[in-house]
């Protein structure tokens, strides 16, 4: 089953501008994590944050968390070209043992 | 450096074929993951496995199945090839036990399967 869901499902921008991008969720979780794909390739990590954090950043990226609302957001500042990709949330329950489940993704153009 | 490798970037198969997609990881993961991406449905769990020999049923693991001989190699195994099967299939890897639940998934390349 679903668990995090992306919004907007498609985001076009020019390069210099930011993007940001939102997932809700619907129970629990120990941490969300944001994906990116670039087109026909595997995943690749961007960053996690755990439960009891609100905001984290990584370079270009910050990611918020608000458990309140069951939401999070991942916020790229100062696109590029380079940045065009499906961005993708996943949720780890709590639990040791527990998977990844993936929303349907974000993907974003980023024009020169 | 990290890596998940699939044994296929591409395959094209037969209605009614046993397909066999394999994934091998070089971390020493107890956890692997198999998924399969289609257009406007994203991700979506087939099977995972937390060791050696086990293996767990996810989200949609109607036609498939899998098999974990050793820690490294996590096959992927359609008993009986249909064009519903066409897909993105992309296997992961995580470590689990040291560090809990706050770890990261690794990615292989994807294999793209075409059943005509």
């Known amino acids: 089953s679903q668990q995090g869901e992306e919004d907007p499902q498609a985001l076009s921008i020019q390069e210099g501008e930011n993007a940001t991008m939102n997932c809700s969720y619907k129970?629990?979780?120990?941490?969300l994590q944001w994906y990116r794909q670039n087109s026909g390739r595997g995943l690749v990590h961007l960053i996690l944050i755990r439960s009891n954090e609100r905001e984290k950043h990584s370079g270009r990226l910050r990611v918020t968390l608000d458990t309140s609302k069951k939401s999070s957001s991942l916020l790229i500042t100062a696109s590029r070209a380079a940045d065009t990709a499906s961005y993708f949330c996943?949720?780890?329950?709590?639990?040791?043992?527990?998977?990844?489940?993936f929303g349907k993704g974000t993907m974003l153009l980023v024009s020169p | 450096d990290v890596k998940v490798t699939q044994s296929s970037r591409y395959l094209v198969k037969r209605t009614g074929e046993k397909v066999f997609l394999e994934c091998v990881q070089d971390?020493?993961?107890?956890?692997m993951f198999w998924y399969r991406q289609d257009p406007g449905l994203g991700l979506r769990l087939i099977y995972f496995?937390?060791?050696?020999?086990?293996?767990e049923k996810g989200d949609i693991p109607e036609g498939y199945s899998v098999s974990r001989e050793k820690k490294e190699r996590f096959s992927l195994i359609l008993e009986s090839a249909s064009t519903n099967q066409t897909s993105m299939y992309l296997c992961?890897?995580?470590?689990?036990?040291?560090?809990?639940?706050?770890?990261?998934?690794?990615f292989g390349q994807g294999t793209r399967l075409t059943v005509v």
């Open positions: 996943a949720t780890v329950l709590n639990s040791g043992y527990s998977t990844l489940t």
């Open positions: 496995s937390y060791d050696v020999k086990m293996k």
């Open positions: 992961a890897s995580r470590q689990i036990r040291a560090q809990g639940a706050n770890t990261e998934a690794f």
């Open positions: 971390m020493d993961h107890e956890n």
């Open positions: 129970t629990s979780i120990n941490n």
